[in-house]
């Protein structure tokens, strides 16, 4: 039998890192791809490609640099997918932050570039990864995941343009899952609350807060979450205990949206 295997994006570090050590702990074969470089117009520093090179001492992981603003790029990892075995899986968890001004004064190229990698990023990974997990052997639990955001729910003031895409890949995701009836292959989002990453600590300065701990006051739990617990969720997801949960958000939020 041919091995499972799931990609995830923006696996060099925070989320995508810990799902990718989640789920290759669980014995899946892992294709971790993210951008690895900073991307000028972003006002903080974006994974290194010594972060995502150290996947690798894993030996279900297979690190390999791809930004998701490219559908060529985000291609050639379905193809090492699909050399290592079945694509049953694709978890998009590549996100950036900017914000700082009033909707308004926000402009255009923030917008556009918020939403190449929070959203079209989403929307690419589908389109490529899609076609081979449907062509993927059927008796394998196959379902996609995108890791959306407490922002998805609310608005966060000065940050019209991530509240705007997290938003809309809930959309996407609850269409997709709808587009997908009758296969099997189930799509979620999930929306993790603030959580011990260095995108909080770039959220924190843009909020001129004196550290990202401040933002455990909006839980219940006086917390942060954990990258560890929002992975555990997409390990669920993908597990076959999971296989009726489809078209819908999971809110690994410490009880802020309540
Ligand atoms: N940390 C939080 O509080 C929080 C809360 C809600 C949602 N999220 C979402 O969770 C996801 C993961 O964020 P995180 O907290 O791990 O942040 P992070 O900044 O630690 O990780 C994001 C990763 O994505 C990579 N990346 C960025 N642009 C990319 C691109 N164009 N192509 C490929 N890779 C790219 C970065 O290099 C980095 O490794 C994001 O979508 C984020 O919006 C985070």
Redesign the pocket.
């Known amino acids: 039998m041919k091995d499972r295997v799931v990609i995830v994006?923006?696996?060099?570090?925070?989320?995508?890192?810990?799902s990718a050590l989640h789920l290759a702990g669980s014995g899946w074969t892992v294709v971790a791809?993210?951008?690895?470089?900073e991307?000028p117009g972003?006002r903080?520093p974006?994974?290194s490609p010594e972060?995502?090179s150290s996947l690798a001492e894993h030996d279900r992981i297979h690190p390999l640099r791809?930004?998701?603003?490219?559908p060529m790029q985000l291609s050639a990892v379905v193809e090492r997918a699909l050399e290592l075995g079945e694509l049953c899986a694709a978890v998009?968890?590549?996100?950036?932050?900017s914000g700082g001004k009033p909707a308004w004064l926000t402009d255009l190229e923030t917008h556009r570039l918020t939403f190449?990698?929070?959203y079209f990023?989403v929307l690419n990974l589908i389109n490529v990864a899609m076609p081979a997990i449907l062509a993927a052997d059927a008796e394998h639990r196959r379902s996609f995941v995108?890791?959306?955001?407490?922002?998805g729910h609310l608005p966060l003031e000065t940050m019209s343009d991530?509240v705007a895409s997290?938003h809309a890949v809930i959309g996407l995701i609850r269409t997709l899952a709808l587009d997908l009836k009758g296969t099997g292959i189930t799509a979620n989002t999930i929306?993790?609350?603030?959580?011990?990453?260095?995108?909080?600590t770039?959220?924190a300065e843009i909020f001129r807060l004196s550290s990202a701990e401040e933002?455990a006051t909006h839980h219940m739990t006086q917390q942060?979450?954990s990258?560890s617990e929002?992975a555990s969720m997409v390990g669920y997801l993908l597990s076959d205990q999971a296989a009726s949960i489809t078209g819908t958000d999971i809110r690994v939020d410490a009880g802020m949206l309540s």
Not at 33 to 37: H, K, R
Not at 66 to 70: E, F, G, I, M, N
Not at 191 to 200: A, F, K, V, Y
């Open positions: 994006t923006g696996a060099a570090r925070g989320i995508g890192r810990e791809c993210d951008i690895a470089a991307i972003l903080y974006l994974a972060m995502l791809a930004d998701v603003r490219s998009a968890c590549a996100g950036v932050i190449d990698i929070n990023g995108a890791i959306a955001s407490a922002a991530y997290k929306s993790p609350g603030s959580t011990d990453t260095p995108i909080l770039a959220s933002f942060l979450i990258a929002v």
